[in-house]
């Protein structure tokens, strides 16, 4: 089976812009999670889907947002970019609730 | 609310040598899992073991140990006759709600040839 795959790999950003990443996440698999990693707040959670429905969030501001599609599918998008949020963003999918996430080898953006 | 620590920062060793690394975690919930992800320089994690909390049987699998003991809520982490290849960023992460994974703060392993 292939991987959790995340497009692009590589970003750059310059503040105040948007930006959206994507997520395709194990075949079968329909629950997705997101995650921020910085060197200083670590990996934190950012939010879940299942089945296009947000079923947990983090505690992040409104310009994190999230969705899926029926192919399970999903995208993350950040509006009005700041410095911090500068990160290594990976995705997650899953078979199921409490099962074992795999992730994928993430987006690093930079803001400038 | 759930927390992990891994009070190791960083650890270096020289190859051949055995090391543990340490987790332990906080959860009020009865029902919970703990994971271990290894991070590369590539920074992909990867899955290294779940173990939900009913299950306190130590695991083996290779050179890789894990030894689970509620009664100290910790979940810690050893590997035999270390390698170069295992440097790496560890990280031990704890679910007892749905699919959010809470993580500690992570160890970084440098074996040294």
């Known amino acids: 089976k292939a991987g959790v795959t995340q497009t692009p790999r590589y970003l750059i950003k310059t503040r105040g812009q948007q930006v959206t990443l994507s997520c395709s996440p194990i075949s079968g698999h329909r629950s997705v999670s997101w995650y921020q990693q910085t060197p200083g707040q670590g990996l934190q959670f950012l939010f879940e889907?299942?089945?296009?429905?947000?079923?947990n969030k983090g505690n992040f501001p409104g310009r994190f947002s999230g969705r899926q599609f029926s192919n399970s599918r999903s995208e993350m998008n950040v509006s009005t970019l700041e410095l911090g949020d500068s990160a290594l963003y990976l995705c997650?999918?899953?078979?199921?609730?409490?099962?074992?996430?795999?992730f994928g080898p993430g987006t690093r953006l930079l803001v400038l | 609310a759930q927390k992990v620590t891994q009070a190791q920062t960083e650890i270096s060793v020289v190859e051949k040598e055995d090391v543990t690394l340490d987790c332990v975690y906080e959860?009020?919930?009865?029902?919970?899992?703990l994971f271990w992800y290894k991070q590369p320089p590539s920074g992909e994690l990867v899955f290294l073991i779940r173990r939900n909390s009913f299950d306190e049987q130590n695991e083996i699998s290779g050179r890789y140990s894990w030894n689970f003991q509620k009664s100290t809520s910790s979940f810690n982490f050893t590997i035999t006759a270390s390698q170069v290849v295992d440097s790496a960023v560890y990280f031990c992460a704890l679910s007892d709600n749905g699919n959010k994974l809470v993580f500690g703060a992570g160890t970084i392993l440098r074996v040294k040839s």
């Open positions: 997650a999918s899953s078979s199921g609730r409490l099962e074992t996430q795999y």
């Open positions: 959860t009020r919930d009865t029902t919970y899992y």
């Open positions: 889907y299942f089945s296009e429905t947000q079923r």
